[in-house]
């Protein structure tokens, strides 16, 4: 019999800001915001077609690329799948909340994101909210994921195409978009209306939690409309990027139907 302790699981390494990692990222940040770019890093030796790809990019955009060792960008990614492709990027600017209201169109479709601690999770969902041309997303001051490595190789270029905003009181941000007539929409795993029944063609900030405990009560009960979508009981729950972008694609699809 084994009398040993039991072996702690190792840490997962904590991500560092400022760097976009694998061929998505690094294409769509010299595609859509180069000027944040400020070095391409990528493993000495390396010569497929993405590679040439991104040094193609990086040539037009005039940002400076170099070869380093594979191990470096290891370093760097600290456990994240990179390709042996990095950039290394100006920290990103979050607009304010005020900011990102000043430019909203009328009958805007947003996001906003409430303790949605996995990067893979909000990374997915700003892809999905990009791909529907969503007009922008608000991160809570804390409790929330960053924008960190993670999350932009998730995203895959769509955090460059989403206005990024950061709210510091969700609630009280949910109350004005309110009264500029934008109804917050709670995504819950159960007692709201079936997706396809919520009204998601005018103004809409569409409202998701938290991986395991859903919206905050402070903030659900500033939403007046609450979707679920429904699922077979043995499922339990969906992850809550993928409730998320069916509740974004629901909202194109009737957007698109009303001409918004």
């Known amino acids: 019999m084994d009398t040993r302790p039991p072996r702690r699981r190792r840490a997962e390494?904590?991500?560092r800001e400022g760097l976009a990692l694998g061929f998505h990222a690094v294409r769509g940040a010299l595609l859509n915001s180069p000027r944040r770019v400020e070095k391409v890093l990528l493993a000495r030796g390396q010569r497929d077609e993405r590679t040439r790809q991104?040094?193609?990019l990086a040539r037009k955009a005039g940002v400076p690329h170099g070869q380093v060792p594979r191990e470096a960008i290891e370093r760097l990614a600290g456990g994240v799948r990179h390709q042996g492709i990095a950039a290394r990027l100006a920290e990103t600017e979050l607009l304010t909340a005020a900011e990102l209201v000043e430019t909203l169109p009328e009958r805007p479709l947003l996001v906003a994101i409430d303790?949605?601690?996995d990067p893979r999770n909000l990374g997915a969902i700003i892809r999905t909210a990009a791909?529907?041309?969503?007009?922008?997303?608000?991160?809570?001051g804390h409790r929330a994921a960053g924008l960190s490595p993670a999350v932009r190789?998730?995203?895959e270029g769509g955090i460059d195409l989403l206005p990024v905003a950061r709210a510091g009181n969700l609630s009280r941000l949910l109350e004005a978009l309110a009264d500029d007539d934008i109804v917050p929409v709670a995504?819950?795993?159960r007692g709201g209306v079936p997706y396809w029944e919520a009204p998601l063609a005018g103004g809409v900030v569409l409202v998701a939690g938290a991986e395991e405990k859903g919206i905050r009560p402070s903030v659900l009960k500033r939403c007046p409309v609450r979707v679920t979508i429904p699922i077979r009981e043995k499922v339990g729950s969906l992850n809550?990027?993928?409730a998320a972008g069916i509740l974004l694609v629901e909202a194109d699809r009737q957007r698109r139907r009303h001409g918004a």
């Open 13 to 15: 390494p904590e991500l």
């Open 54 to 56: 991104i040094v193609a």
């Open 115 to 117: 303790s949605v601690s």
């Open 131 to 140: 791909a529907v041309g969503a007009h922008g997303l608000f991160l809570p």
């Open 153 to 155: 190789r998730t995203a």
């Open 187 to 189: 995504l819950e795993t």
């Open 240 to 242: 809550v990027s993928v």
